[in-house]
């Protein structure tokens, strides 16, 4: 059974810093290119980062860009973000989400987010950015 499971979300006061984790089940995240979604008070489904299979091409949002950091560890199957210099339009639910093998990475990184161009998503972990 494909599963992901986040975690690492909190409170943070802008400026600061957070690690956020995506442990992957039943399936290696070295075979798939991984996303890291945001849901956002106001701005709906906002699509954050995607790193692929080779773990060496990452893309982000212009919004993030510079800020935020998305690896992979293959050892534990785990998908991290790492966010520094956070902002309060930051705050939200941080989803990771499997893409589709059959979706051209071009769909996932430009445009709105469809839910159909990912065949996993996690549960979500809040990120609040308030002092």
């Known amino acids: 059974e494909v599963q992901l499971v986040e975690s690492g979300g909190d409170l943070v006061q802008p400026g600061g810093s957070l690690r956020l984790s995506c442990v992957a089940s039943g399936f290696l995240i070295d075979d798939y290119a991984m996303s890291w979604i945001r849901q956002t008070p106001g701005r709906g489904l906002e699509w954050v980062s995607t790193?692929?299979?080779?773990?060496?091409?990452?893309y982000y949002a212009e919004s993030v860009r510079g800020r935020f950091t998305v690896s992979e560890d293959p050892a534990t199957n785990t998908l991290y973000l790492q966010m520094n210099t956070m902002q309060a339009e930051d705050t939200g639910v941080y989803y990771c989400a499997r893409v589709d093998s059959e979706i051209a990475i071009v769909q996932v990184t430009t445009g709105p987010v469809d839910r159909s161009h990912y065949d996993s998503w996690g549960q979500g972990t809040q990120v609040t950015v308030s002092a």
């Open positions: 790193i692929l299979w080779n773990r060496a091409t990452t």
